[in-house]
């Protein structure tokens, strides 16, 4: 029997772990492993962190391990606590705090930092770089207090910095020192198209601009430049490359030129360290991309595990921009030299651009902006070095899946790739993972291998070679050619849906499944509510709303809490109440011992912390409608005060807000639906980040719509300028009909502004006839709905939901 | 003790759960559409959430709190997450329509 050896991995990153993973599968039991982490997190991913920065991702949904990952499989972690000395001799390291920990096997996986300027006030306040979850809170505090940003760096990291800053809603202009972005990925052309395409989203460039110095007497105030122009600004971030983390290595004694340098197994210079990722230098490069680094993890967890492998040769790199509205892929060697020829098309009217570089009949470089549908492809055909001498042409003008063409096809390219090469760099997801999970697991669509093994579930770059796969192991055996429906139980989409129901009078939501052919017979928790919705929307006379495919928050009509509570909001029409209303809010919170009662962002109050049992009796205390506080329904219609007590309204807001509210505080809706009345131009009920607002000028109102001030900040467009308070009313249900008919179960109506365009609203609803029409179907569906709260008092059959089982007992065998 | 009575079939609404406590142990009872009785751990292995409050879709019901998928006769967690709960034997009396439930053993 040998005994186990001690494993300490330095470094509690995407690299580190990775190859933990694999030694954890290839040899479960052969070390006791220790790992010290700098930052206080479990191990996330780090290139999902731009998606955070642009909203729509929390940071809990970029942790890869959980703690309780760590624990399952008996790993020792200190996070928060780097190592600050190795002891090679002893075979021993020291942690910031304390502790110490002897190895046999030690692995440095410290990753890099953000290279920041050695230029004056590069200290100040306000100055960082977008590394870690920490700058990215830091960007995200900033942008609540301070509004002009600048990214020092045109890069792929300072691009995806500036985009998030965009959405944050700051001022941004991005530095660069090259006259165009990306040169480290793009050529010229790609690059110009890239900027035209960002000025348009927002984004200001000031090329060509080299910083000197950031002034500022505590916190950052501008920029400098050498040609002596000043930038104002309240937040610098600095991209303009990564540095890796070698201080710890080079003290302990180990060989170190730009990375720690590493063989082809990842052995360092000193027996029984080895080092991984990208703080390693390999063959004089040090990688700044996941790729390389999952491929290094496992030549060293192999070697680890004492399983045979060959060794790592390096990485052709590719890259793709992931922030949003912007395609762009670069893979290889893409600019011209002497001994290359190239290939390009560029159509500045659809702002498409495609080049490939050729070598001696290969492919060694692509770039591609605007369409990057092939890039996958492009980027296995660089990798295998075939010859494409011949179909140059072909292949630029579109790689087809199926490879219709002479020489080797798609279908011998995916035959040819490595088991282990990683095909989903956002979730680490081999060749062998899809092989596996197509073969063993019954997967023979896109929709399942994604939801089996999550590759292509992030970014999605990887969709093409995934499909390629799916061909190459499922053959005959796949199933309905990849359309992806409303969710992995059909294949059809919202508006084919919809369309079904009205032409076959389809009445419930199981007929629907049936009919339409449904491959999970109950459906899931993604197209159960929205069919619920798409019917009842169809249907508003005759259908029976469906509770069990609600969500829990429609269904108890309160909000489930992450400790099993729940929470109730009693309306408060336009944000006014009254001393009697008050005295009774407070009378039960007091009663029910509520934990918290807090005032919401929409003038209401909420009572946090109830148990369930108890909600139905707070209902009927509380004798105050209580449902849709957080159901995809009329949330809130906030008010300022307007000309009844302001001397600058001009309007009388509250009573319009009060009217709005009365009529549609039972509707439902795609999603939660948030309106605002202000009274004068200055807006203080703050509408035009709502869905709809209402905004008084001196003799008539202004509606704006499409609004949000959520994750992703929107600032809502004119949808029109109306004299009288009927109009407001007309114009208002109107387009709440619009979207409740038109747009998808969960889309808010700033998305589905965005994707059908106000002028298609507008055209929808200029015509005075439709508009009534519209009106009147909503009316209908309005005098149908019930207080749901009051339905649950009344009703013993719904009641007992809310209590445990009662009387349980003991019985005899 | 550990067969227990603790109710009856009409308790329990089609698709529905209903809950009760056994030694600090809160357990939930599914009635599938099938008629069908399955018993739980009712907290999520992810984050702990009550499945009791969760969405039931054929033999799976869906954490509340974060969508994870549990079967409920097997206690195992829906791929591509990862994990698994308790479950307990449920019988139901034709005559009677009660409900029994064997906790350990």
């Known amino acids: 029997m040998s005994t186990t050896k001690k494993l300490v991995l330095v470094g509690n990153g995407m690299a580190g772990i990775r190859t933990i993973e694999h030694i954890l599968k290839l040899a479960p039991h052969a070390y006791e492993i220790t790992v010290f982490g700098a ?8 290139i999902m962190l731009s998606s955070v920065l642009a909203g729509g991702t929390s940071i809990e949904d970029i942790v890869i391990n959980e703690w309780s990952w760590y624990e399952d499989n008996g790993i020792r972690v200190y996070p928060g606590d780097p190592v600050i000395r190795i002891d090679a001799e002893r075979k021993e390291v020291v942690s910031q705090a304390g502790v110490r920990a002897s190895y046999d096997e030690l692995i440095l996986a410290t990753g890099s930092q953000a290279f920041i300027l050695p230029i004056p006030g590069a200290d100040k306040e306000g100055v960082i770089g977008f590394r870690d979850i920490k700058d990215c809170e830091t960007m995200m505090a900033a942008s609540h207090k301070y509004r002009k940003a600048a990214v020092i760096g045109g890069g792929l990291l300072g691009l995806e910095a500036a985009r998030g800053l965009l959405n944050l809603g700051m001022d941004v202009t991005v530095i660069h020192i090259n006259g165009h972005l990306m040169d480290r990925n793009l050529d010229l052309p790609a690059g110009l198209m890239l900027q035209r395409e960002l000025e348009e989203q927002g984004m200001k460039f000031l090329l060509k601009k080299h910083t000197e110095e950031i002034t500022g007497k505590h916190r950052v105030k501008s920029l400098r430049f050498t040609d002596q122009t000043v930038l104002e600004t309240d937040l610098v971030v600095m991209a303009v490359g990564i540095r890796p983390q070698v201080e710890l290595a080079r003290q302990a004694g180990l060989n170190v030129n730009r990375g720690v340098i590493v063989d082809d197994y990842m052995n360092t210079s000193i027996p029984g360290i080895s080092a991984v990722g990208e703080c390693a230098e390999h063959r004089g490069i040090a990688y700044g991309l996941v790729a390389p680094l999952y491929e290094q993890g496992m030549v060293l967890a192999k070697r680890l595990a004492g399983a045979a492998t060959e060794g790592y040769e390096g990485s052709v ?8 509205g912007v395609d762009v892929f670069s893979a290889g060697q893409f600019k011209d030299a002497a001994d290359t020829r190239s290939i390009r098309i560029q159509d500045d009217v659809d702002g498409v651009y495609k080049k490939m570089v050729l070598k001696d009949g290969q492919l060694i470089g692509a770039v591609l902006f605007g369409d990057t549908t092939d890039g996958a492809s492009l980027f296995s055909l660089i990798k295998s070095g075939e010859n494409i001498g011949g179909r140059e042409k072909e292949i630029l003008l579109g790689v087809s899946a199926g490879g219709s063409g002479s020489g080797p096809s798609a279908a011998e390219r995916m035959a040819a790739m490595p088991d282990d090469e990683i095909v989903c760099g956002c979730n680490g997801v081999t060749k062998a993972a899809i092989g596996d999970a197509v073969l063993n697991k019954g ?6 291998i994604k939801s089996c093994t999550k590759a292509s579930a992030s970014c999605g770059g990887c969709k093409p070679i995934v499909e390629s796969l799916l061909v190459h192991y499922a053959g005959d055996a796949i199933g309905e050619q990849v359309k992806e429906g409303i969710c992995g139980c059909t294949s059809y989409d919202r508006d084919e849906i919809v369309a079904q129901i009205k032409e076959m009078g389809l009445k419930t939501v199981k007929e629907v499944m049936n009919v339409l052919g449904w491959n999970e017979p109950e459906g899931c928790s993604k197209c159960r509510p929205s069919l619920n919705y798409y019917l009842g929307m169809i249907w508003p006379a005759e259908y029976e709303d469906e509770r069990v495919s609600k969500f829990t928050n429609e269904r108890y009509h309160a909000n489930i809490q992450k400790d099993g509570t729940y929470s109730v909001i009693p309306r408060i029409y336009g944000g006014v109440t009254s001393p009697a209303e008050l005295i009774k809010i407070a009378t039960v919170a007091e009663k029910y011992d509520v934990p918290m009662v807090k005032f919401t962002g929409g003038q209401r109050l909420d009572l946090l912390g109830v148990q369930k049992e108890n909600l139905p009796k ?5 004798d105050m409608p209580s449902g849709f506080g957080y159901g995809k329904a009329l949330r809130t219609v906030k008010t300022c005060v307007g000309n009844t007590f302001c001397r600058f309204g001009t309007q009388d807001s509250i009573e319009m807000g009060i009217r ?21 131009p200055r807006n203080c009920a703050e509408a035009t980040i709502k869905d709809l607002g209402v905004v008084a000028i ?26 009288t308070d009927a109009e407001v009313e007309e114009w208002t249900y109107a387009y709440l009909q619009y979207y409740r008919e038109n747009a998808r179960w969960n889309e808010r109506t700033a998305a589905w502004i965005e994707r059908v365009g106000l002028d298609h609203v507008k055209k929808a609803l200029e015509d005075r006839e439709e508009r009534l029409a519209l009106v009147e179907r909503l009316e209908l569906t309005l005098g149908r709905t019930v207080d749901p709260w009051k339905e649950i008092i009344e009703d013993e059959k719904l009641r007992k939901n809310f209590t445990p089982l009662a009387g349980t007992q003991p019985a005899a065998h | 003790m550990n067969r227990l009575r603790i109710g009856h079939l009409a308790d329990i609404d089609e698709k529905g759960a209903r809950t009760f406590t056994v030694l600090d142990t809160e357990i939930a009872v599914f009635k599938l559409s099938d008629g069908t009785l399955h018993a739980v751990e009712n907290r999520c292995p992810h984050k702990g959430g009550r499945l009791s409050e969760g969405m039931v879709c054929g033999t799976a019901v869906h954490c509340p709190l974060h969508d994870w998928k549990i079967d409920l006769r097997s206690g195992k967690v829906h791929e591509p997450d990862d994990g698994c709960l308790n479950t307990y034997k449920t019988e139901v009396d034709d005559h009677s329509g009660e409900i029994y439930i064997t906790i350990a053993g």
């Open chain 1, 443 to 448: 997967c023979n669509t896109l929709g399942a």
């Open chain 1, 698 to 723: 001196d003799g008539a109102w202004e509606l704006h719509v499409g609004g949000n001030g959520g994750v992703k900040v929107r600032a809502a467009e004119l949808l029109c300028t109306v004299k």
């Open chain 1, 39 to 46: 930052e206080p997190h479990p191990n996330y991913n780090r």
């Open chain 1, 660 to 680: 709005l509210e009365k009529k549609l505080d039972k509707m439902v809706a795609p999603a939660k639906v948030k309106l605002a009345v202000s009274g004068c």
């Open chain 1, 317 to 324: 790199t590719s890259t793709k921009l992931k922030v949003s």
């Open chain 1, 618 to 622: 707070i209902w009927e205390e509380l």
